[in-house]
């Protein structure tokens, strides 16, 4: 059974691995299914039925999100094959692009480093253009 409750969106932290619930950017959600007694649909058991036990209560969990392929190593191309060096090339090149047309003032014909994109805005280009849904957990 599904309730709104077992639906939780948040952020995947790459370092630790882990979710955290209503962390921001939202880039990843977090859905837990119950069967059991409480809901009217625990799961019946084969074995366990010899000693007695009918059915059992379970409950799991799945983690998903959107995630840029290579960007944790982005820090140590060292640990990277020729194929995804190039990748992450393209990646940062796309950055530098995206970048300089935000910065270019087309009134004074000059960039404006005032308009340089922050690091969440970097993220968040990342994201929209190689983010891609994937299992985490």
Known sequence: MLFADDIEFGHWDWTHRAFDSGGKPYDAVRLTLRRGEENKNAAPTFFLNMFGARQADIQVQSVAGIVVPLIEYIRDPSML?????????????????????????????????????????????????????ALLK
């Open 81 to 133: 094959s020729a194929g995804e060096r190039k990748k992450v090339a393209e990646m940062i090149r796309d950055v530098d692009i995206e970048n300089k047309e935000r910065m270019w003032d087309n009134v004074s014909k000059r960039y404006d480093r005032s308009k340089a994109m922050t690091a969440e805005e970097i993220e968040d280009f990342l994201f929209e253009n190689y983010g891609q849904p």
